[in-house]
């Protein structure tokens, strides 16, 4: 179990140890893991077991997780242990390795004939003991004249021979006549047998209603099985598992999370925790995100769970999958680890997009929608990507020139709206979209103007607002009711008035209006704020402030976080001041 104390710090306390296993080794075991740091966070061990029951105590450290540590402890001590065991029986003379419900069923079958043989041994029973009686009230109710017989013969095979040819009697009959004492030729006794009698016909009755119906043998089984348990069922002290997960995997010693994973131009790739980055006011100058060379910049940033898979999308049309864990975790000024150390890249292939899909099993309705830079459309259903292997899987053929710009997972009923370079976008409903395979290139979702390209692209319902942000900083919400849908293709309309003073489009999205963004500068420089805090205008407009840039710097991508809440920065820090 584990408790939590008056200070707020939890401790885990053991009941209860596995059989065989000596409590006095666990605990030498875990103080040797503490002090090797194999298992960090725990701050003292203490047996407290006494005559009441055994109490063995680990305290754990304010800061540490108390589960994640019993899970170490569950795969590093005896404090969990398994044991295996070989399903081979002999099924009808032949051995086989069989499974748990194999067992199960072959021990009903068993059961059912058991059951059957033992009914029908009883009935068999009970048929000869009532052919005897019905024998004896034969005699009973001709009691003088079966004296006479038995006096007047010589022998008993010559009594026993008169009394069948008389009463139409068997041998059996006969014999049990003949054996019968005197005392049983009172009144009281012939009671005794009527009464055997008709209780034996009932029992036959009842035996052979059993015989004929299957249910009642089951039934039978079952009353008999819950008589065993009454008897002597305890609670079970062990689980029954089959399979692989009788071992820990490394999942279970990971707490799970809201992490950020940020992938720079040069494919450094890290994992932070999203409270590193406290919301500001619109217009602040952010904190430094991440550490970038000169001519490196922060490229990709994903908001997800140390659980959840991410899908890494390459610039040759493949994809690759990680679980959030895997990806290393630093520091905010850390430059990261080199995504070709966790991922078998091609030479020349690099990371053109990352995703995050929240479910392990994929749903046969989602689709992965991809967007590239030509403005060329397609979707695929997610469960083709159920098993991705190592050294990745093709995700769709790219023509020559083009790259991905946008991946996301959609229902199949969506409406999608395309952003464009030169401020322009489109809408249009998903199902215009024909579900492709894996190796197809797309159809086309934009037309695009002389030196424009695709930004951004988002799944997008009228409930919603479009969300924009220019490469000078500059962004702006807008319902997406002035966005109308039109047909997949056309050249689109104006989302955002471009100049000087804004630059060109840097991405679209859209948002519900209570979430987080960061935004990220191609100088590493992250700013976190809610979308609440940018003023809502009109599709045409060119926005308000959102993020003060240095001299040189372009805003190249942002992404939308869960919200956090928490104190925002005073008032006089709020325009100057590095929160």
Same mark, same amino acid.
């Given at each position: 179990?584990?408790?939590?104390?008056?200070?707020?710090?939890?401790?885990?306390?053991?009941?209860?140890?596995?059989?065989?296993?000596? +409590?006095?080794?666990? %605990?030498?075991?875990?103080?040797?893991?503490?002090?090797?740091?194999?298992?960090?966070?725990?701050?003292?061990?203490?047996?407290?077991?006494?005559?009441?029951?055994?109490? /063995?105590?680990?305290?754990?450290?304010?800061?540490?997780?108390?589960?994640?540590?019993?899970?170490?402890?569950?795969?590093?001590?005896?404090?969990?242990?398994?044991?295996?065991?070989?399903?081979?029986?002999?099924?009808?003379?032949?051995?086989?390795?069989?499974?748990?419900?194999?067992?199960?069923?072959?021990? =009903?079958? %068993?059961?059912?004939?058991?059951?059957?043989?033992?009914?029908?041994?009883?009935?068999?029973?009970?048929?000869?003991?009532?052919?005897?009686?019905?024998?004896?009230?034969?005699?009973?109710? %001709?009691?003088?004249?079966?004296?006479?017989?038995?006096? @007047?013969?010589?022998?008993?095979?010559?009594?026993?021979?008169?009394?069948?040819?008389?009463?139409?009697?068997?041998?059996?009959?006969?014999?049990?006549?003949?054996?019968?004492?005197?005392?049983?030729?009172?009144?009281?006794?012939?009671?005794?047998?009527?009464?055997?009698?008709?209780?034996?016909?009932?029992?036959?009755?009842?035996?052979?209603?059993?015989?004929?119906?299957?249910?009642?043998?089951?039934? =039978?089984?079952?009353?008999?099985?819950?008589?065993?348990?009454?008897?002597?069922?305890?609670?079970?002290?062990?689980?029954?598992?089959?399979?692989?997960?009788?071992?820990?995997?490394?999942?279970?010693?990971?707490?799970?999370?809201?992490?950020?994973?940020?992938?720079?131009?040069?494919?450094?790739?890290?994992?932070?925790?999203?409270?590193?980055?406290?919301?500001?006011?619109?217009?602040?100058?952010?904190?430094?995100?991440?550490?970038?060379?000169?001519?490196?910049?922060?490229?990709?940033?994903?908001?997800?769970?140390?659980?959840?898979?991410?899908?890494?999308?390459?610039?040759?049309?493949?994809?690759?999958?990680?679980?959030?864990?895997?990806?290393?975790?630093?520091?905010?000024?850390?430059?990261?680890?080199?995504?070709?150390?966790?991922?078998?890249?091609?030479?020349?292939?690099?990371?053109?997009?990352?995703?995050?899909?929240?479910?392990?099993?994929?749903?046969?309705?989602?689709?992965?929608?991809?967007?590239?830079?030509?403005?060329?459309?397609?979707?695929?259903?997610?469960?083709?990507?159920?098993?991705?292997?190592?050294?990745?899987?093709?995700?769709? +053929?790219?023509?020559?020139?083009?790259?991905?710009?946008?991946? /996301?997972?959609?229902?199949?009923?969506?409406?999608?709206?395309?952003?464009?370079?030169?401020?322009?976008?489109?809408?249009?409903?998903?199902?215009?979209?024909?579900?492709?395979?894996?190796?197809?290139?797309?159809?086309?979702?934009?037309?695009?103007?002389?030196?424009?390209?695709?930004?951004?692209?988002?799944?997008?319902?009228?409930?919603?607002?479009?969300?924009?942000?220019?490469?000078?900083?500059?962004?702006?919400?807008?319902?997406?009711?002035?966005?109308?849908? +039109?047909?997949?293709?056309?050249?689109?309309?104006?989302?955002?008035?471009?100049?000087?003073?804004?630059? %060109?489009?840097?991405?679209?999205?859209?948002?519900?209006?209570?979430?987080?963004?960061?935004?990220?500068?191609?100088?590493?420089?992250?700013?976190?704020?809610?979308?609440? @805090?940018?003023?809502?205008?009109?599709?045409?407009?060119?926005?308000?402030?959102?993020?003060?840039?240095?001299?040189?710097?372009?805003?190249?991508? /942002?992404?939308?976080?869960?919200?956090?809440?928490?104190?925002?920065?005073?008032?006089?820090?709020?325009?100057?001041?590095?929160?």
């Amino acid at each position: 179990e584990i408790e939590t104390t008056k200070s707020g710090r939890e401790r885990i306390v053991v009941t209860e140890f596995p059989y065989m296993v000596n +409590k006095t080794k666990v %605990h030498e075991h875990i103080v040797r893991l503490a002090q090797e740091k194999r298992v960090e966070g725990i701050t003292a061990v203490r047996d407290e077991s006494s005559r009441e029951g055994v109490r /063995f105590v680990i305290e754990v450290r304010r800061d540490a997780s108390a589960n994640v540590i019993l899970n170490n402890l569950f795969k590093l001590t005896q404090l969990q242990t398994n044991f295996s065991f070989n399903m081979l029986a002999i099924e009808k003379g032949v051995p086989k390795i069989l499974s748990l419900r194999q067992i199960l069923a072959d021990y =009903i079958a %068993h059961q059912k004939e058991v059951v059957v043989r033992r009914t029908q041994f009883d009935k068999d029973k009970a048929e000869a003991r009532a052919h005897i009686l019905e024998g004896l009230l034969i005699a009973l109710d %001709h009691l003088d004249e079966v004296i006479a017989i038995i006096r @007047n013969s010589q022998t008993d095979s010559e009594a026993q021979a008169e009394l069948m040819a008389r009463f139409e009697l068997t041998e059996r009959q006969s014999q049990a006549i003949l054996d019968m004492r005197l005392r049983r030729l009172t009144g009281l006794e012939r009671d005794k047998i009527q009464n055997e009698y008709n209780d034996l016909l009932a029992l036959i009755a009842d035996l052979a209603d059993i015989l004929a119906k299957p249910g009642r043998v089951i039934a =039978i089984i079952k009353e008999e099985l819950d008589e065993s348990k009454r008897k002597f069922g305890d609670a079970r002290r062990t689980e029954l598992m089959v399979g692989e997960v009788v071992s820990l995997e490394d999942e279970d010693l990971i707490e799970e999370e809201d992490v950020v994973i940020t992938l720079s131009n040069k494919g450094y790739i890290k994992r932070l925790a999203q409270d590193e980055f406290r919301s500001q006011k619109r217009g602040g100058r952010g904190v430094q995100g991440t550490g970038v060379n000169d001519d490196d910049f922060v490229r990709d940033i994903v908001s997800t769970s140390t659980h959840d898979h991410l899908y890494f999308m390459t610039n040759k049309g493949r994809v690759y999958r990680l679980k959030g864990y895997e990806i290393p975790e630093y520091g905010r000024t850390a430059k990261g680890l080199p995504i070709v150390n966790l991922l078998k890249l091609d030479e020349g292939e690099t990371i053109q997009t990352v995703i995050n899909a929240k479910s392990d099993e994929a749903s046969e309705n989602n689709h992965l929608v991809f967007v590239t830079r030509q403005g060329l459309v397609k979707r695929t259903k997610e469960a083709e990507f159920k098993n991705i292997r190592q050294n990745g899987l093709i995700a769709l +053929k790219l023509r020559e020139g083009d790259e991905l710009i946008n991946v /996301f997972l959609t229902t199949g009923n969506e409406e999608i709206i395309i952003g464009t370079k030169f401020g322009y976008s489109v809408r249009f409903k998903e199902n215009t979209i024909r579900s492709m395979s894996r190796m197809a290139a797309g159809v086309k979702g934009v037309t695009l103007r002389d030196g424009d390209q695709v930004v951004g692209a988002a799944a997008i319902t009228d409930d919603q607002e479009v969300l924009i942000i220019s490469e000078k900083g500059y962004g702006k919400r807008t319902s997406a009711t002035e966005y109308p849908t +039109k047909g997949r293709g056309g050249k689109g309309i104006k989302t955002v008035n471009i100049t000087d003073k804004n630059g %060109h489009l840097a991405g679209i999205a859209t948002v519900s209006g209570n979430e987080d963004i960061m935004v990220m500068t191609d100088t590493g420089v992250i700013i976190r704020t809610a979308v609440d @805090n940018i003023s809502q205008t009109g599709r045409v407009t060119q926005g308000v402030k959102v993020m003060r840039l240095d001299n040189s710097a372009r805003i190249v991508t /942002f992404a939308l976080v869960e919200p956090e809440e928490v104190v925002k920065a005073p008032e006089a820090d709020q325009e100057s001041g590095d929160n």
